[in-house]
C-alpha cells in the first residue's frame, strides 16, 4: 500500500500519523498499533539492517581509503617529529569527534604510549560564543587558528557533508599559515574536498549521517594508532643506531 494511502487511513481511523519521509525509515509505524511480538520483529530487522549497512559503509570507505589514512597519519607524525601540535574541529556531532580525537592524542587509552600536544578549537564555549557574537560563526574556528596556529602543526576537521563553511574558512587560513590540513568528510566531500585547501582528505561515500559518523570513528582511532606506530618505529630506530647504548 503507498504510504499517503496508510497516512490517509491512519488519519481515519485515529492512529497517529506518520510522516511520509518517516515512512521509508520505519515503516512499522503507519497505520494502526501492532501486535507486540510482529512490532519487536520488525525492530530487530531495523536494528540488522542498520548494522549491516554501517558494516558495508565502513568496508567500501576502508577498501580504499588505506593509503589515504597512512599518509594523512605520517603527516601528523612528522608534525610530532618537528615539535608541533595536532589541531581538532568540528560542529555538532562532529564537534564530539573533534574532541574525542583530541583526547586520544593528549590521554592515551593504551598503556605505555606518550601523551601528544593537541587542542580541541571546540572546547571553550566562551571564546566559540564571543567569536560568533562578534564576528559570526563562520570565523569561530579562523579566530582561534590565528591564535593558537603555528607552522608546522597540523588541524584536523571533521564534517558529515564536507560543506561547514567555518571548517572550509579554517582550512585555507591554516593552509595559508603553513599547516597540514586534514578533512573527514562524507558524501562526495563536498567543498572540503572540492577546495583545495586539505591536504588529505578522507570521504566516506554515503548520504546517511550516521553510518558517516560511525566510520569516521574508526577512521580516527586507526590515525591514532598508525601515528603512535610510526613514533615509536622512530625511538626504536634510535635505540639501535651505533652508540645508543652507551648514551643511554
Known amino acids: 500500500m503507498p504510504s499517503g494511502s496508510r497516512t490517509a487511513r491512519a488519519r481515519r481511523e485515529g492512529a497517529p500519523e506518520v510522516q511520509p519521509e518517516l515512512h521509508a525509515l ?70 564530539c569527534d573533534a574532541a574525542h580525537v583530541a583526547v586520544e592524542f593528549i590521554h592515551p587509552a593504551t598503556a605505555g604510549r606518550p601523551a601528544l600536544a593537541a587542542i580541541n578549537l571546540v572546547a571553550d564555549v566562551a571564546t566559540l560564543s564571543a567569536i560568533g557574537n562578534d564576528l559570526g560563526f563562520e570565523h569561530v574556528f579562523v579566530r582561534q587558528l590565528a591564535a593558537h596556529g603555528r607552522p608546522g602543526d597540523a588541524l584536523i576537521g571533521v564534517s558529515t557533508s564536507g560543506q561547514s563553511s567555518n571548517l572550509i574558512a579554517a582550512f585555507a587560513a591554516a593552509r595559508a599559515g603553513g599547516l597540514i590540513t586534514i578533512g573527514l568528510a562524507g558524501g562526495d566531500g563536498g567543498a572540503m574536498r572540492s577546495s583545495g585547501a586539505v591536504d588529505h582528505c578522507l570521504v566516506v561515500p554515503s548520504s546517511s549521517i550516521h553510518r558517516v559518523q560511525e566510520a569516521h570513528v574508526v577512521a580516527y582511532h586507526i590515525l591514532w594508532d598508525l601515528v603512535h606506530t610510526l613514533l615509536a618505529d622512530d625511538r626504536g630506530a634510535a635505540q639501535r643506531e651505533p652508540g645508543a647504548e652507551g648514551a643511554r
Open 26 to 95: 520505519y515503516p512499522f509505524l503507519a497505520g494502526q498499533p501492532q501486535p507486540k511480538a510482529e512490532l519487536e520483529r520488525a525492530l530487530l530487522a531495523s536494528i540488522a539492517a542498520k548494522a549491516a549497512e554501517s558494516r558495508a559503509t565502513s568496508e567500501r570507505f576502508f577498501a580504499e581509503a588505506g593509503p589515504a589514512l597512512l599518509a594523512a597519519a605520517t603527516a601528523i607524525a612528522d608534525t610530532y617529529r618537528r615539535g608541533g601540535r595536532l589541531l581538532t574541529m568540528g560542529n555538532g556531532g562532529s564537534a
